[in-house]
């Protein structure tokens, strides 16, 4: 039985994940900041915080003690972040490049010595849909979740030769307690962005509550793509027009594609 670690596996998308992996018979280890809130889990939650290095190092110790081997790492916990670029509290985006990108690294330089020494592995990041496109006011998540998606086509050519296989899966909007645990970091109602800003967060809310797509269609594809010899680079995974916003991002000129996307967001 494959034995997968799955990071933020207490909510929405990992939750789903591990719950259709167990489903699934592998082996899932997950993780939460609060072990306590989320006792009926079916699967082991381990307490852990992608922010702390310690963490991070008694985790992986923990299921390599425990199982020999992790054979899948799926690189999910992460935060949402909205707020006008200039308005926005440095220590509000520390704290989400901290989540979204430098904690999904350390796991992985922890997670990779055990894939090289049983000569394989998978490991798939998280990104987002957003990460392809500069959002207005979503900025500095787009630019996270893009800085993760770089990061994997590079490792892949990396680790290559050890058997250890690298993809990215970049969701569309899905129907989750990320709009709930988003950092919103602006409240200055005097700011020149406020209205534009407030118009573009309610429309936000919205697509989400309204269009948000089930994780379940996220849990299928990891259960392919970790049943798949050869994963691709990227994964897209939402609605029909999310996915189709990347492909008119790469055939339209860039000005053509700035101006639906001004529309779009009603700016
Ligand atoms: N929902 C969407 O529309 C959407 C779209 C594109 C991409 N994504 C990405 O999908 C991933 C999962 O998000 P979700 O929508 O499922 O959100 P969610 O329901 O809010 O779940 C977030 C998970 O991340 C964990 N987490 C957050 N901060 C953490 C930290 N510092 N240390 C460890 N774990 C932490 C949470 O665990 P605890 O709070 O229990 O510790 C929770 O399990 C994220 O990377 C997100 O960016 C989501």
């Not at 799926?74 to 006008?84: M, R, V």
């Not at 950092?183 to 109602?189: H, L, R, V, W």
């Not at 800003?197 to 697509?207: G, V």
């Given at each position: 039985m494959k034995v997968v670690l799955i990071t933020g596996g207490s909510s929405g998308i990992g939750k789903s994940i591990g719950d259709f992996l167990t489903q699934h018979n592998f082996i899932v280890y997950g993780t939460t900041r609060?072990?306590?809130k989320y006792l009926d889990s079916k699967f082991n939650l381990i307490k852990s915080d992608i922010n702390k290095r310690n963490d991070i190092i008694s985790l992986i110790?923990?299921?390599?003690?425990?199982?020999?081997?992790?054979d899948v790492?799926?690189?999910?916990?992460?935060?949402?972040?909205?707020?006008?670029?200039?308005?926005?509290n440095l220590d509000d985006i520390e704290k989400l490049f901290n989540?979204?990108?430098?904690?999904?690294?350390?796991?992985?330089?922890?997670?990779?010595?055990?894939?090289?020494?049983?000569?394989s592995g998978l490991i798939i990041n998280i990104t987002s849909i957003a990460g392809y496109i500069g959002l207005p006011y979503r900025g500095i998540y787009s630019s996270s979740k893009s800085?993760?998606?770089?990061?994997?086509e590079a490792l892949r050519m990396e680790v290559k030769d050890f058997n250890i296989k690298v993809t990215n899966i970049a969701p569309g909007d899905f129907?989750?307690?990320?709009?709930?645990?988003?950092?919103?970091?602006?409240?200055?109602?005097?700011?020149?962005?406020?209205?534009?800003?407030?118009?573009?967060?309610?429309?936000?809310?919205?697509?989400?509550?309204?269009?948000?797509?089930?994780p379940i269609l996220v849990s299928k594809?990891?259960?392919k793509i970790i049943n798949t010899p050869n994963p691709k680079i990227h994964y897209k995974v939402g609605t029909f027009f999310q996915k189709f916003s990347i492909i008119l991002k790469r055939i339209l000129p860039d000005l053509i594609f700035e101006k639906i996307l001004i529309k779009y967001s009603k700016l």
């Open positions: 609060d072990p306590s110790n923990y299921v390599i003690e425990k199982e020999n081997r992790i790492l799926i690189n999910n916990a992460g935060i949402g972040f909205t707020g006008p670029i200039e308005d926005s989540t979204n990108f430098f904690g999904p690294i350390q796991i992985i330089k922890c997670v990779l010595p055990h894939m090289r020494f049983q000569k800085a993760l998606e770089v990061l994997t129907k989750t307690s990320i709009v709930n645990r988003r950092i919103d970091s602006f409240d200055n109602k005097e700011s020149v962005y406020f209205e534009k800003y407030y118009r573009t967060w309610k429309a936000m809310n919205s697509h989400v509550e309204k269009s948000g797509s089930d594809l990891v259960y």
